[in-house]
């Protein structure tokens, strides 16, 4: 995959990689689809700073990215879910990158599912701070590092998924707040693209594998502040009727590619959005799916 990129880059004329010299902000960067962004983006010349409320894991990140790069990534570890944290992450990023953010990555987030009629009011809230409120703050606060006029690319990009656009049995609260960031993301591009440039797009990933979509038996969970421990991923038995291939039916009958996505196909796409062979495309959402829900 790299040389194939520094092949298109050279040819591209973008020798020192597709994001030389940018700032980037990628929340929930210490595993899975971040990660793998944090490290695309690294490898495409971008100061990168893993936004993650894990600290072994968003410094096992970073550290790895600055062995291959020396200091071409820092880990800011907190909860986006907390005002003061959002302040101190916009305020190392800028430090980081000399006074300027080029990029934003809303990224960080989980599942909290539940039947309509057994949501909790907690589990409804919560997913509305996640995905909605908290993408929102942090782009606000780092308003003045984006609604700027000196030449260089800014782009946000907001991660949704196609439960957002379809909707799914047992996530209305997850539906609901991915469907959300689409306004967010289209309000920016009209507020924020015609005097200053600023893309805004959406991603909303289909079928990828992560602890969100891993068999729920295993046993990951999320901690939400109060302490509350969230299990996640898909009961096995749902999942299981996805993945084997049974009475003549292909795995996964509902994605035409055959399979779910890795981490790294689902960030690829991420990093060509914010990259600008995308520079034209604006308040768009964009399907990263495989064919799934054609």
């Known amino acids: 995959m790299a040389s194939r990129l520094s092949q298109l880059n050279a040819h591209l004329n973008y020798p020192r990689g597709l994001l030389a010299d940018q700032v980037a902000i990628i929340t929930g960067a210490g595993q ?9 983006f690294a490898n495409e010349g971008a100061k990168v700073v893993i936004a993650d409320i894990d600290g072994e894991k ?10 291959a790069s020396p200091n071409r990534a820092i880990a800011v570890v907190g909860d986006i879910l907390n005002d003061k944290y959002i302040t101190t992450l916009v305020e190392k990023a800028a430090e980081f990158g000399n006074g300027k953010i080029h990029i934003i990555v809303n990224n960080a987030g989980f599942t909290w599912d539940g039947v309509i009629h057994k ?31 000196d030449g260089e690319p800014r782009v946000i990009i907001n991660i949704s998924s196609t439960s957002g656009i379809h909707g799914n049995a047992g996530q209305a ?25 600023v893309r805004s797009n959406t991603i909303a990933f289909g079928f990828v594998q992560t602890r969100l979509t ?37 795995a996964y009958p509902d994605i035409p590619l055959g399979r779910p996505a890795s981490p790294e196909e689902a960030a690829r796409s991420v990093l060509a959005v914010a990259s600008p062979l995308f520079s034209y495309v604006n308040g768009e959402t964009i399907r990263v799916t495989g064919g799934r829900n054609m």
């Open 32 to 40: 899975g689809i971040g990660a793998e962004a944090a490290r695309l």
């Open 58 to 67: 968003a410094n096992a990140v970073a550290n790895a990215i600055n062995s």
């Open 119 to 149: 949501i909790t009011d907690k589990q409804w809230d919560t997913m509305i701070a996640v995905h909605n409120t908290a993408p929102f703050k942090l782009i606000r606060a780092a308003a003045k590092y984006f609604r700027v006029k």
């Open 173 to 197: 609260n997850y539906a609901l707040a991915k469907a959300g960031v689409v306004g967010l993301t289209r309000t920016i591009a009209k507020e924020w693209g015609p005097q200053f440039g």
């Open 214 to 250: 891993a068999a729920k038996e295993k046993g990951a969970f999320i901690t939400t502040p109060d302490g509350t421990k969230v299990a996640l991923g898909i009961p096995g038995q749902q999942l299981g009727a996805k993945e084997g291939a049974k009475d003549g039916k292909p």
